[in-house]
């Protein structure tokens, strides 16, 4: 168990005690050996880097990589001093270039068995200590290409763990302890919003993105971060598949006739769907896709990609889509 660290609401304050390097991890079944704490974080994934900012470790990050979107607004300041490697995955040789003592990642497709900046081994070879968000391999298979199977459901203790755990890589649990507690307070003020105002078990489709508009959609699988939130509104994902984002046809989509579909926001322009307005002018358009019933009855929500990422964006998730289905008449 790691020690505790908490401001308690009376203004009370339990101390832990320091991190005691060399300090031993076992993330995402390798065993990590961290010797001190980090002074130069390359960050792959925007939700990893969110993280680092919010324990106050800005000064401590020497590149940044994958963003889906705009900063949170909180850390827009510090994050305007950090560098940018790449919107999207960053060269082996550009994280490299920044003299990185530690990496963290937040998929392990970008640092794992088929990573698409480097294997885990290709930095530890270098002495590079590397930490991925064990919401991205806790209860997931990721031995194949692709955005991995969920063999359990994702929940956001562990976000909470990977709080908790930077805490104890750079010595500042007390600060990650208040974060994560901080976090699950919101996430629960979150739920109990929708209390009393069950959804009806409203069948929902969460479209991420598509290769082709035309052709199947990249859409949120029974076990990941969207699956979440809709659980924990009570809503019901029509898609069953324990993939994180399967790739579902419009006619198997047509067939569940969603009373509401949840569009994902991003800036990242790798497909073309990754546009809203792509999306909404396909909705509004395809033959298919047009004769839903969300479509009909313009039951269409867009949520920013943080939402359904492994961070700090969750919780809002959470709060937009219950604000949303109220909106909209869908809860009582």
């Keep these: 168990m790691l020690a505790a660290a908490l401001l308690l609401p009376s203004g009370g304050t339990v101390h832990a005690e320091p991190t005691h390097y060399p300090l031993a991890l076992e993330n995402c079944g390798a065993s990590v050996t961290i010797k001190q704490a980090p002074r130069r974080v390359v960050s792959i994934g925007q939700t990893q880097t969110e993280i680092l900012y919010a324990l106050g470790l800005a000064n401590r990050v020497v590149g940044t990589a994958v963003w889906f979107g705009p900063v949170a607004e909180p850390y827009e300041a510090v994050n305007a001093g950090v560098k940018r490697l790449a919107d999207n995955a960053p060269s082996f040789e550009a994280v490299l270039g920044e003299v990185p003592d530690l990496v963290t ?7 794992g068995p088929h990573g698409a900046v480097a294997r885990r081994e290709q930095f530890s070879g ?10 991205d391999c806790v209860g997931k298979d990721n031995s194949a290409p692709g955005d991995g199977v969920r063999t359990r459901p994702f929940t956001m203790d562990l976000v909470y763990r990977n709080i908790r755990e930077l805490g104890q890589v750079f010595d500042v649990l007390p600060r990650a302890e208040t974060l994560a507690t901080e976090l699950k307070a919101r996430e629960d003020a979150a739920i109990a919003s929708m209390a009393g105002r069950p959804a009806r078990d409203l069948p929902v489709v969460v479209w991420f993105s598509s290769r082709d508009v035309k052709g199947d959609a990249f859409v949120a699988g029974a076990k990941g971060v969207p699956a979440y939130i809709l659980d924990k509104l009570g809503v019901h994902n029509v898609i069953a598949s324990d993939e994180e984002w399967p790739l579902v046809g419009w006619e198997s989509i047509a067939a569940a006739d969603p009373a509401v579909i949840v569009l994902v926001r991003m800036d990242r322009r790798l497909f073309p769907a990754d546009d809203v307005a792509v999306k909404l002018d396909f909705l509004r358009t395809d033959p298919v896709a047009r004769r839903l019933t969300a479509v009909r009855e313009n039951r269409i929500v867009v949520m920013d990609a943080a939402a359904t990422r492994p961070g700090l964006g969750t919780i809002d998730g959470i709060m937009a889509l219950a604000t949303n289905l109220k909106a909209l008449g869908l809860a009582r």
């Design 105 to 111: 990642a937040t998929f392990a497709w970008h640092i």
């Design 126 to 135: 270098l002495g590079v200590p590397v930490y991925v968000s064990p919401a």
